[in-house]
C-alpha cells in the first residue's frame, strides 16, 4: 500500500535484517475485506489510521519457491498519526522501522538497498514496480 501525508511523502519501511526497503501491507486474514486488512496493516506496520482512496493502482504477481502470491497496491491518505506501531515477533525480529520520504526518494532507497535475501530482493522488485507505477500515474 502507498500510504502518503500532507507533505506528499509516502510510508517506507526498512527491513535491517535483510538490507531492503518496502511498502507497508502484508496479507489478508480469511474472511477479512482487502480495505479493511489495508487499514489493518498500516496500524500495525507504521502505526498510522488511514483512509483509503485508490481501491487498486496496480497488481503484481509472482512466484517464489511454492508461493504464488497476487499482490493489490491500494493507496491511502494519512488520516491520523498514532505514533506506535503493532509489530509482529518476526516483524520485530526483521528490525521493520517505517519513515516517510518523497516518492523519488524511495525511488532512490529501493533500487540503492542491497538485500541479503530471495524474499528481499522479491520484495524490492514488487514495490519498487509498485512505487514507480505510483508517480508514472501522478506525472
Not at 509516502?10 to 538490507?19: C, L, P, Q, V, W
Not at 503484481?60 to 508461493?67: K, P, Y
Request: charged share 30%; proline share 1%; net charge negative.
Amino acid at each position: 500500500m502507498i500510504v502518503t501525508n500532507s507533505k506528499g511523502e509516502i510510508a517506507i519501511i526498512f527491513a535491517s535484517k535483510g538490507e531492503y526497503f518496502k511498502l507497508p501491507g502484508g496479507g489478508i486474514e480469511e474472511g477479512e475485506d482487502h480495505l479493511v486488512a489495508a487499514e489493518r496493516e498500516a496500524m500495525e506496520e507504521i502505526g498510522c489510521k488511514v483512509a483509503i482512496d485508490v481501491d487498486c493502482l496496480a497488481m503484481a504477481e509472482e512466484w517464489r519457491n511454492d508461493l504464488h502470491q497476487i499482490s493489490f497496491c491500494l493507496i491511502g491518505r494519512l488520516l491520523e498519526d498514532l505514533g506506535a506501531t503493532d509489530l509482529t515477533e518476526d516483524e520485530i525480529a526483521d528490525g521493520l522501522k517505517h519513515q516517510w520520504v518523497t516518492v523519488q526518494g524511495a525511488i532512490q532507497k529501493m533500487k540503492e538497498s542491497k538485500p541479503t535475501s530471495e524474499l528481499g530482493v522479491s520484495i524490492r522488485e514488487r514495490d519498487l514496480f509498485l512505487v514507480e507505477e505510483y508517480l508514472r500515474t501522478r506525472s
